[in-house]
């Protein structure tokens, strides 16, 4: 079965600290996606990976692929609270049309 | 913003009857999406489609059915709603595998 996984599903952190949310997943792919979601909204893309070794920066927020380890992350730097929101990982699979998705991490970051 | 307009927003049902709800993309782009949110689930796809009368089912398809005559509707159908259908439904496009897929703003369906 086509899983993918993030960890931690809860995040509660300060302002300032940095952090990261991880994104496993189990079947062969080379596209990862991550998306926000803010409470009662909809979805809304912050980085699209499509290689091995790729890294996108955006603001306080920095995605990475790892495709031999099937492995993303989302790294979050000196965290504001306007960053508070449930993170997705949705990954391609490959000869298909369709994205798995992670369960999301909500994360809340207190002033 | 991408053009995507799903309709209605809101939607209370009674269990057995069945509802329509219709994603709207003036994007041109290829593949459309329904999934289902629901709390600790994450989204889950029903069905997509990857061009005009193209459509498959995802893994929650079972109670729903979809159409798309043309490129830029795509319709999920709930034959008989039941109350496990209660959910916030997504529809998402995307011009194709190497960019992002865009959302509506979504669908708050209760059937009671």
Redesign the interface.
């Known amino acids: 079965e086509l899983k993918v996984e993030q960890n931690p599903l809860f995040l509660s952190m300060q302002e300032g600290k940095n952090y990261t949310i991880y994104c496993n997943y189990s079947t062969t792919s080379d596209r990862l996606y991550w998306y926000r979601q803010d409470p009662g909204k909809s979805l809304e893309s912050l980085f699209v990976l499509l290689s091995n070794g790729a890294v996108k920066q955006e603001g306080r927020l920095m995605a990475s692929l790892d495709t031999k380890a099937r492995l993303s992350t989302l790294h979050i730097t000196a965290a504001v609270h306007d960053l508070s929101a449930t993170y997705f990982c949705a990954v391609d699979i490959p000869g298909n049309y369709q994205l798995i998705w992670g369960a999301g991490t909500k994360l809340i970051i207190k002033p | 913003d991408a053009g995507i307009t799903q309709s209605p927003r809101h939607k209370v049902t009674e269990t057995g009857t069945p509802v329509t709800l219709r994603c709207h993309q003036t994007e041109n782009h290829r593949?459309m999406y329904w999934y289902r949110q629901d709390p600790?689930?994450?989204?889950?796809?029903i069905h997509?489609s990857?061009g005009v009368k193209d459509t498959?089912k995802?893994e929650v398809s079972d109670g729903y059915s979809v159409s798309r005559s043309k490129t830029e509707d795509f319709l999920l159908t709930l034959e008989s709603a039941t109350s496990s259908q209660t959910s916030v439904y997504?529809c998402?496009i995307n011009g194709n595998?190497?960019?992002?897929?865009?959302?509506?703003?979504?669908t708050r369906l209760t059937v009671v």
């Open positions: 593949y600790g689930h994450g989204l889950r796809l997509y990857y498959d995802g997504f998402a595998r190497n960019t992002e897929a865009f959302f509506g703003q979504g």
